[in-house]
Each structure stands twice: as structure tokens, then as C-alpha cells.
């Protein structure tokens, strides 16, 4: 017996609902003038249900050896890291067609 997924209802030999949830999303890293000038870089459009942006954040951080949080559905890191973020959120497996950077 194969498991059922609990989204689509299908085997999940066939069921593609989490690969897609990954390949779905529209993900912006824009840049946030935070408190005394200080630069935030944020990323918005993950989907908190379907992935875990705690680890997500935690990872990020230690690669970008800065501090940073979770805010607004949004992941918060200081300082200027756009283009590095893109490519670490690419190591996670997300597209790079659907990363925008603003
Ligand atoms: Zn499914």
C-alpha cells in the first residue's frame, strides 16, 4: 500500500504537490531601510505552511554570518545580501525564474 498525499488525494509516487508548492511560489528580495539607516535585506513569498523558514533563516544566517529574524511572513537579514540570497535560495532548491530581485 502505497501513502495517499493529504492535498491532491493521490499515491505519493505520483502526487507532485510539495515539488510544486516549491516551483509556485513568487519569491522578491527587495532591500529595507530599517532603524538608523541600517539595511535589511528581506525575502517575501515563501510559503510558511508549506516550508520551513526557521530553518530556512538559520541556514541563511550562519551562510551570511549576520543577524537577522522573521517578520510580516518575511525573512529579515541585515545588512546588503540580495544577490547572495538568491543564490542560496536556488541551493534550496528554488528556481531561479521565480526569485525576483527589486
Ligand atoms: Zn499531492
Known amino acids: 500500500m502505497s501513502e495517499i ?3 491532491c488525494g493521490l499515491p505519493k509516487e505520483i502526487c507532485v504537490c510539495e515539488k510544486a508548492a516549491r516551483e509556485e511560489q513568487k519569491i522578491v528580495i527587495y532591500t529595507i531601510v530599517g532603524r538608523f539607516k ?5 525575502i517575501s513569498g515563501i510559503d510558511q505552511k508549506r516550508v520551513d523558514v526557521k530553518q530556512l ?4 544566517k550562519q551562510k551570511l554570518g549576520c543577524g537577522g529574524t522573521i517578520k510580516n511572513n ?9 544577490e547572495k540570497l538568491k543564490e542560496l535560495l536556488m541551493e534550496e532548491g528554488f528556481k531561479k525564474e ?5
Open 57 to 60: 533563516l538559520k541556514k541563511f
Open 98 to 102: 521565480q526569485i525576483e530581485i527589486k
Open 5 to 7: 498525499c493529504p492535498i
Open 74 to 82: 518575511e525573512l529579515w537579514l541585515q545588512g546588503k545580501h540580495k
Open 38 to 42: 541600517k539595511k535589511i535585506s528581506a
